[in-house]
């Protein structure tokens, strides 16, 4: 069973500050996912990556399959962004569900 | 349309009711998942259906009992549930490149 682990568990920042999400799993993956969620709401995908980087806006996301860790950054970041931000991974190719870490709480402050 | 529909928004029910909630999605997605997310908890897979047919059940038990009529339509039926399955529960469907499409969710008291 994979393991995911996410750093740091909660963090607060100041708007417009850089912040950096770290995730980390134990076994090989198909995809991981970078997932936002506004407290009461439901999901938002932001991104699905298998290698590299992929970036959304103010949003960038890499992964390294060798060392099997990933990192999400939100540059000049908003209160907006304040959320719970979940990765999560694919192990297969077919339709199993996600091993999710526990979530990073970010909050920005204005 | 690229959004997962789920209804209703809240649900409160008794320990003898018997209800529904309902998950939709028009994208032509062929997976589709069942989730219970507690309070400040991750989400837990309950179910999983591919092309219509469960395909992953996660031990969950049998006063949770999941449809899925066709290819748009996903149903949680519940039946006697306790006080302790208050929750939010999430649907997502699966896209063939394996981007997920997440519902707002259907939240559960059970009084």
């Known amino acids: 069973k994979n393991e995911v682990e996410q750093s740091p568990q909660n963090l607060t920042a100041q708007e417009g500050e850089f912040i950096t999400i770290n995730c980390s799993y134990s076994?090989?993956?198909?995809?991981l996912h970078w997932l936002q969620q506004h407290p009461g709401g439901g999901i938002v995908s932001l991104f699905m990556?298998?290698?590299g980087k992929k970036k959304h806006g103010r949003l960038i996301a890499t992964i390294n399959i060798q060392e099997k860790h990933s990192s999400l950054h939100i540059t000049a970041s908003h209160p907006r962004d304040s959320a719970v931000y979940i990765c999560a991974v694919a192990s297969g190719g077919g339709a199993d569900g996600l091993t999710f870490g526990k979530g990073t709480h970010l909050i920005i402050q204005p | 349309d690229t959004e997962v529909t789920q209804t209703p928004k809240h649900l409160v029910m008794g320990m003898t009711n018997k209800k529904s909630l309902k998950c939709e999605q028009h994208m032509g997605h062929r997976a589709m998942y069942w989730y219970k997310q507690k309070a400040k908890k991750p989400p837990e897979l309950m179910f999983v259906?591919?092309?219509?047919?469960?395909?992953i059940n996660e031990s969950v038990p049998s006063r949770f009992s999941p449809e899925c009529p066709n290819s748009s339509l996903l149903n949680l039926h519940l039946h006697a549930l306790q006080p302790e399955d208050s929750a939010l529960y999430l649907c997502?469907?699966?896209?063939?490149?394996?981007?997920?499409?997440f519902g707002e969710g259907s939240r559960l008291t059970v009084l």
């Open positions: 990556l298998s290698s």
């Open positions: 997502a469907s699966r896209e063939s490149t394996g981007e997920l499409f």
């Open positions: 259906y591919s092309y219509e047919k469960l395909s």
């Open positions: 076994v090989g993956i198909s995809a």
